[in-house]
């Protein structure tokens, strides 16, 4: 459920129009976010690119003679609506046809899609709280489906932080602002943006580690600097003090520790970041619950690789095609996965249903003596494998757990 829009070109009939030239206009859109950079892929099917680190890609698809944009808005703001509408216009190239659920492309009335994005807000609301006496984990809202925080007692979690049931409620009655909801609710890119921009990071990104990959460099790189640039234009906003000088820290800034001292003092506890407790991390439509701090990359098998000092998970799934038609595949998969596998034992996954079974042996790797834990989990035709390692014999049960948090799609 969200408000986005769809925008049809012509393709070979008019200057610019051919391929290339569109990709190159969407190769070239530079970031407005300080120290991040737009992220693009491109294939012979078309292009994907993510312009603010608070919102959804937007994707260009090749079809008949036409090149189909189509962006989501609602979890950036009605500020990300127009700016992405801004960009398509500067591309010169008349449209073939718009579906705008805003109406705003037609109308160019930024109170009306603020209104607009508000009329979502509280529709999305009602559901909520229809949705309230079910039974369910954090509601996730605008979040990335890949890693969403575990449960922990709060009623949901957006980019900018939990929200209490008592918001939606509010929500729904008109009683609130949108800048409460939205990263980007203005139109200008003003100082609440960018501080928004930096909240988003810490919240969703940021593992609260001293950064090893450019991913966790970057991430850290672009709050501080946004934190930065929202405090030159508009000091007197409530700025994370806390998680502020933690990333001075992390990034080893010592000077900007100081001059951060001198204006906050010592600060209190930091408590913004998904990251700093469990979260449920998606594989392939799988999910298991881990740290949140821990690192992160995907190796280039296609592999989910987490690690902290005392522990790395790898992840992967595998698709496997029947020959004939088998009554109960998942079992059938799981006894061919383990067919010259030793020392393993069956072994029940929240959905007690999905057949698993887990290994523990002890390896050498690179000299050194590790502990290993394998998850083996099977659903219809896709099957799971999980391997834990672990230098301590006394952290196989933190493995275990883990591997029980494993839910099947």
């Known amino acids: 459920m969200g408000l986005g829009l769809t925008i049809w070109y012509p393709v070979g009939k008019g200057k ?11 190769r070239k859109i530079a970031s407005i976010v300080p120290d991040w950079e737009t992220e693009s892929y491109f294939d012979e099917n078309g292009f994907c690119v993510k312009i603010v680190p608070f919102e959804e890609n937007v994707y260009g698809s090749w079809e008949e003679g036409m090149l189909c944009i189509t962006a989501k808005t609602s979890s950036a703001g009605p500020g990300y609506h127009a700016y992405l509408v801004e960009l398509l216009d500067k591309m010169g190239i008349h449209p073939l046809k718009v579906e705008d659920e805003t109406e705003y492309y037609e109308h160019r009335d930024f109170g009306l899609l603020q209104s607009s994005m508000m009329g979502w807000l509280k529709a999305l609301s009602e559901r909520i709280i229809e949705m309230a006496g079910e039974s369910y ?4 809202i605008n979040m990335p489906l890949d890693t969403v925080p575990a449960e922990n007692g709060r009623f949901a979690c957006c980019p900018l932080g939990y929200i209490e049931k008592e918001f939606f409620e509010r929500a729904e009655r ?7 909801f939205f990263v980007w609710w203005n139109e200008q890119q003003d100082a609440k943006l960018y501080k928004n921009c930096a909240m988003s990071l810490m919240w969703c990104d940021i593992n609260w ?3 090893e990959t450019e991913v966790e460099q970057r991430a850290i ?3 501080l600097s946004c934190l930065e640039k929202a405090y030159s234009m508009d000091s007197k906003q409530d700025y994370p003090a806390a998680e502020w000088m933690e990333l001075a820290q992390l990034s080893e800034d010592r000077e900007l520790m100081n001059k951060l001292k001198a204006i906050f003092g010592e600060g209190e506890t930091p408590s913004v970041g998904y990251l700093r407790k469990n979260i449920n991390s998606s594989i392939n439509g ?3 619950e881990h740290s949140g701090m821990m690192h992160y990359e995907l190796d280039d098998n296609g592999t989910k690789v987490w690690w902290d000092d005392d522990m790395t998970i790898r992840a992967s ?4 095609k029947f020959k004939e038609d088998v009554e109960n595949k998942s079992e059938s998969l799981l006894k061919s996965v383990l067919e010259g596998e030793t020392d393993y034992e069956r072994f029940s996954l929240r959905n007690q249903e999905t057949p698993a079974a887990i290994q523990h042996t002890q390896i050498e790797e690179d000299g050194e003596l590790l502990w290993q834990t394998r998850l083996f989990a099977a659903s219809e035709n896709v099957f799971l494998i999980i391997s834990i390692y672990y230098p301590e014999r006394a952290l196989r049960e933190k493995a275990i757990e883990i591997c029980s948090s494993v839910v099947a799609p």
């Open 16 to 26: 610019g129009t051919d391929k290339k030239s569109y990709e190159n206009y969407f």
């Open 137 to 140: 984990s954090i509601l996730s």
């Open 174 to 180: 008109n009683e609130v602002s949108g800048q409460e």
């Open 209 to 211: 580690l001293a950064p």
């Open 221 to 223: 790189r672009a709050a």
């Open 286 to 288: 799988w999910r298991v």
């Open 317 to 320: 799934t595998i698709t496997v």
